[in-house]
């Protein structure tokens, strides 16, 4: 998504590479970072400029929400 005129414009800017199964959810964390959520049971956060991967956290179970 691109910032547009003060809102988000549905066009991708980047695809977030690294998550083995199904994404559950994300969410924008400022306007630097993306945290998602999936059925791989992995938390990963990444950053909006490059796509690339920051953190990942391995839980015990999937993300449900």
Do not use: M, Y
């Not at 800017?13 to 959520?37: I, N």
């Amino acid at each position: 998504w691109a910032r547009s005129g003060g809102g988000w414009a549905a066009s991708p800017q980047a695809v977030l590479k690294g998550h083995s199964r199904g994404v559950r959810g994300g969410v924008f964390v400022g306007e630097q970072l993306v945290a998602t959520g999936a059925d791989d049971a992995t938390l990963r956060v990444w950053g909006v400029v490059n796509g690339g991967e920051i953190a990942r956290v391995d839980l015990a179970e999937v993300v449900r929400e």
